[in-house]
């Protein structure tokens, strides 16, 4: 058996432990920045930390920790080697560490983010590591994107189109976005984000609480969006 399948899912005090929600998506769709904006609306109110994750570099760590949204320590880069999705999905060990170490020093916390590095549609967090997992797209990507499916588009707790301030720039009707990405999803729900629209990002910040007081009332079940397109790693 899997050594993350024996760890425990309260803290040692019977307390629930801290939400772990996944930040997925491809690269560059905007997931350092969700991070950084849940963690300036909600670090005033929350106990908080992060942990990314890159490929090669800690990257995305340095640019939360130079935003200074919350204190350096309280962020940890897991640098995963090899393709993100092997270490949000295949093997969480490294990540689960890395938030235990987190909780364990810092805690009792309330919420712990968790960014995967960029992949591509077809990644998302394992339960076993994610209670509950968003997925970023954004306009810049395509118009499209929303239609092409995978489980992130169609199972993540929430799906974001985000950059949505971009929009008149690559010629991209946010609506019919938000519109196909609501046919595909079947009843969960669908945010346009841009950074630059406060209203917006207060949204996911409440949607967010509202994820936190369901985890805490034990009543919030963790989803698998599915597996991953069957593929081979050389
Ligand atoms: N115009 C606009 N740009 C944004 C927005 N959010 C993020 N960006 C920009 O998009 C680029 C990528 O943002 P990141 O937050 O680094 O994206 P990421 O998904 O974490 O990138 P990787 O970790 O490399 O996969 C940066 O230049 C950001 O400044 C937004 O709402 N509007």
Same mark, same amino acid.
């Given at each position: 058996m899997p050594d993350h399948e024996n760890r425990p899912h309260t803290h040692h005090l019977g307390r629930p432990r801290a939400l772990r929600l996944g930040v997925a998506g491809p690269v560059g769709t905007g997931k350092s920045s969700i991070l950084a904006a849940l963690c300036r609306a909600l670090a005033p109110e929350l106990s908080m930390a992060v942990v990314t994750n890159d490929i090669y570099t800690d990257e995305d760590a340095r640019f939360l920790r130079s935003s !200074?949204? &919350? %204190? +350096? *320590?309280r962020i940890r880069a897991v *640098? +995963? !080697?090899?393709? %993100?999705h092997t270490a949000i999905? =295949? =093997?969480?060990t490294a990540n689960l560490d890395a938030v235990e170490d987190l909780e364990e020093a810092? !805690? %009792? &916390?309330?919420l712990v983010l968790v960014e995967s590095g960029g992949d591509n549609l077809t990644a998302t967090f394992s339960p076993a590591l994610a209670d509950a997992q968003l997925f970023c797209i954004d306009v810049a990507g395509g118009g499209d994107v929303a239609r092409k499916g995978g489980p992130g588009i169609t199972g993540a707790d929430l799906l974001i189109v985000n950059k949505t301030d971009l929009a008149p720039h690559v010629e991209v009707d946010v609506a019919a976005m938000v519109a196909d990405a609501e046919a595909a999803r079947d009843g969960l729900p669908v945010l346009a984000l841009s950074r630059k629209d406060p209203a917006s990002v207060a949204e996911l910040a409440d949607w967010v609480k509202t994820l936190l007081v369901r985890h805490r009332a034990g009543v919030h079940v963790p989803t698998d969006p599915g597996p991953m397109a069957p593929h081979r790693h050389a």
């Open positions: !200074g949204v &919350l %204190p +350096t *320590e *640098e +995963t !080697g090899a393709c %993100p999905r =295949d =093997d969480v810092y !805690g %009792p &916390l309330d």
